[in-house]
């Protein structure tokens, strides 16, 4: 595989969102399949690898440091810290640097590691200044425990102001055929101007852009398709103009749908590189097959033009995901029990 650049750190063209293998996507799988999927995927190619503290309340975090302990050396960590969750300016427990040390040192521990190849505020705190959260990374960056820092959800400006104390390796927003703000909102180009990579999360739109979802499908537990409005029937049946100019050229290219996804993704941006759930190995072979894949410029225009010409019929907002909480609270599912049953 090819590799990209998330500021001056190397990886493959294509990465692993690895939070589905806890929460989020239906009942995890075992454990020992997950570890082995995540090894092979190392064998094909793959050197990045995207986990966060909240996810399974830190029990991804465990999974990924097990499954990658053998290769550690030759794999880029990509960790995540929630403020919102778990805010970082508590009262008593010290600066908030001390702080963020502190959530890091627990992260550490989980993936039985020593350092972190990049540390991302999952969250841009709204609490704390963002030049205080830009020093404390500096000093992580100092003391060897990351490598490079990022933010998750982050506008242009937030991303101008802390790379200036601090460069930048990564940012990581919401993008994809569905969602495409990160075009039009200067994220984009200021990650280009000053040589910051991009991770967009759900590049494929929470299955999606697959072209498997249809009406009357049911979902249970903890599958965000659940409460995220892409996926109610009506909105299905409203969104098949996406779904039908995939199928165009999924048959010009002799491709999958999911493969033309990620496609139009890494020819937005040289320092873009998508980090697809991939919970089987053949969608872990398909999703690699991916950077095969040519699009010339007449037919980026030719696919930017049709989506321009498409109303986006639902959304995938925040709000669902607490909405999804709540259910599980009134189904007594609780995420972390599941997944530790799955030994």
């Known amino acids: 595989m090819k590799t990209r650049m998330l500021g001056n750190i190397k990886v493959g063209e294509i990465g692993m969102g690895c939070m589905g293998f806890s929460h989020a996507h239906g009942d995890p799988i075992p454990r020992n399949e997950i570890i082995t999927l995540m090894r092979k995927a190392h064998e094909m190619g793959v050197t990045l690898y995207d986990t966060a503290d909240v996810y399974a309340a830190g029990h991804n975090e465990i999974l990924v440091g097990e499954a990658l302990k053998p290769i550690r050396n030759e794999v880029v960590i990509l960790t995540k810290l929630n403020p919102e969750v778990n805010p970082i300016d508590i009262p008593g427990k010290g600066t908030v640097a001390e702080q963020i040390e502190a959530r890091l040192d627990e992260s550490l521990k989980r993936l039985d590691t020593d350092y972190v190849d990049i540390y991302m505020f999952h969250r841009v705190p709204e609490t704390v200044s963002l030049a205080e959260c830009a020093e404390a990374m500096k000093g992580l960056i100092e003391k060897g425990k990351i490598r490079g820092w990022a933010m998750s959800r982050a506008t242009e400006a937030q991303i101008r102001e802390a790379h200036a104390i601090c460069p930048l390796s990564v940012i990581q927003n919401e993008y994809s055929m569905m969602v495409r703000t990160p075009e039009t909102d200067g994220v984009l180009r200021a990650c280009e101007e ?60 002799n491709a999958t749908y999911a493969q033309i996804a990620l496609a139009w993704l890494m020819h937005k941006f040289d320092r873009l590189v998508p980090i697809p759930g991939m919970y089987q190995e053949k969608f872990l072979d398909e999703n690699l097959k991916t950077a095969n894949i040519v699009l010339t410029d007449e037919e980026m225009k030719e696919i930017d033009d049709i989506l321009d010409s498409i109303t986006i019929y639902g959304d995938s907002d925040e709000s669902h995901i607490d909405e999804l909480r709540e259910k599980l609270k009134e189904e007594g599912y609780e995420v972390e029990k599941s997944w530790d049953t799955y030994k």
């Open 194 to 253: 000053l040589g910051i990579g991009f991770t967009p999360y759900m590049p494929l739109a929470v299955g999606f852009l697959t072209g498997t979802i249809k009406p009357g499908q049911t979902y249970k537990h903890d599958d965000a398709k659940r409460t995220i409005t892409w996926f109610t029937d009506e909105n299905i049946k409203k969104n098949q103009p996406i779904l039908e100019m995939l199928e165009k050229y999924s048959q010009k290219k």
